[in-house]
C-alpha cells in the first residue's frame, strides 16, 4: 500500500487528519515514524506557500510521499492577522495569545468576524503533486468556550453551530471545519490516484 507521510507534530491535528482520511488507500506515518529532522523555518507568505515549503522538506528527508499543511486564524478587523503567523502569535499558552487578541479587537465593533483557513500540499516524486484548500466562516466569541478541539477553537464562534468549534463534538467539527474540507478534497484525490474501494464522500462517519 502507498504511504503518506503526514508532517505534523501537532497531536490534535494528526488526529482529524486520521480520520478525514479514513478509507483512503494509503498507510498514515508520522515524523515519528521516519527518524528525527528538525523542523523548517516557515518563512512563507502565504499558507501555500509554507504547506508547499514544508511537504518539500519533508519529502527530502524521508522520501516518502507528504503532505504537509499550514493553517491559521484570519481575523477581519485585524487585517486578516493572525493568518500565517497563527501559531507564532504573541503568548506563551493560547489563554495568553486569547487575552493579546482580545485586547487587539477591543476598539473595534463587533461582530469580530473571521475565517480559518487551511492549505494543503502533497509532494509525491519530488514535485508537488496535489493541492487543496479549505476555510470556515465565523466570528470571534465575545469570551473563550469550550473544552473540546485544541489552538484557536475555543474563542472561534460558528454561527451555524451557535457556539465555538470547541464546544461541538469531534464529528461536527470535523464536518464543518477548514482542515476537514481540505483533507475530504485529498482523501477524494488518494482515491482517484491509487484506487480503492471507499466512496468519494465528503467526510466518514466519526464513531
Request: glycine share 10%; hydrophobic share 40%; charged share 20%.
Amino acid at each position: 500500500m502507498q504511504q503518506l507521510l503526514v508532517a505534523t507534530t501537532n497531536p490534535g491535528k494528526i488526529r482529524e487528519i486520521r480520520i478525514a482520511l479514513t478509507g483512503a488507500p494509503v498507510e498514515l506515518l508520522t515524523l515519528s515514524d521516519v527518524g528525527t529532522m528538525d523542523e523548517p523555518e516557515e518563512t512563507g507568505a502565504t499558507f501555500i506557500d509554507n504547506a508547499r515549503l514544508k511537504a518539500e522538506y519533508y519529502f527530502a528527508g524521508s522520501g516518502v510521499m507528504t503532505v504537509a499543511e499550514d493553517s491559521g486564524l484570519v481575523i477581519d478587523a485585524l487585517g486578516g492577522r493572525p493568518g500565517v503567523h497563527s501559531a507564532r502569535y504573541p503568548g506563551d499558552s493560547y489563554e495568553e495569545k486569547f487575552a493579546n487578541l482580545y485586547r487587539e479587537l477591543a476598539p473595534h465593533p463587533r461582530p469580530w468576524t473571521a475565517r480559518f483557513t487551511c492549505v494543503l500540499a502533497v509532494v509525491q516524486d519530488g514535485r508537488v503533486a496535489f493541492t487543496a484548500e479549505g476555510s470556515v466562516e465565523g466570528e470571534i466569541a465575545t469570551t473563550p468556550s469550550g473544552g473540546n478541539g485544541f489552538g484557536y477553537d475555543p474563542i472561534f464562534y460558528h454561527p451555524p453551530y451557535g457556539r465555538t468549534l470547541a464546544d461541538v463534538s469531534d464529528a461536527q467539527k470535523l464536518a464543518a471545519s477548514h482542515r476537514g474540507k481540505a483533507f475530504a478534497q485529498l482523501r477524494n484525490w488518494l482515491i482517484e490516484e491509487f484506487g480503492g474501494s471507499a466512496s468519494r464522500e465528503a467526510l466518514p462517519p466519526i464513531q
